[in-house]
C-alpha cells in the first residue's frame, strides 16, 4: 500500500490525533480569527475552542470518526489501517 505525501506528513501523532491536522486546523483559526482582526486575549481563547467544537460537530454531522470524538465518547474509535512514517 503506497503513502501519499499527505500520508506521510499526518503520520507523526500525540494521543492518536495527528499533528499536522492539529497545527494546519490551528493555523487556519489564526488565519480567520486575523481575518476579523480579533483582540485580546479572551476574545481569541473562546475562538479557538469554538473553531474545535465545530470541527467536533462538523465530523459527528458528516460521520467522520476520530480520536478526539473517540475520546469524548462520540463515535467508535476510527479504523487506521494505513501506517505510514514521514521518512
Not at 479557538?48 to 474509535?77: D, E, Q, S
Request: positive net charge; contains cysteine.
Amino acid at each position: 500500500m503506497e503513502c501519499s505525501a499527505i500520508d506521510k506528513l499526518r503520520g507523526p501523532k500525540v494521543l492518536d490525533m495527528s499533528i499536522f491536522d492539529w497545527t494546519t486546523s490551528l493555523l487556519g483559526a489564526y488565519l480567520l480569527g486575523a481575518a476579523f482582526k480579533l483582540q485580546g486575549t479572551v476574545k481569541w481563547i473562546l475562538f479557538i475552542i469554538g473553531w474545535i467544537l465545530f470541527g467536533i460537530l462538523a465530523h459527528a454531522f458528516f460521520g467522520v470518526n476520530t480520536m478526539l470524538g473517540f475520546y469524548l465518547g462520540i463515535n467508535p474509535k476510527p479504523n487506521r489501517s494505513k501506517q505510514c512514517n514521514l521518512f
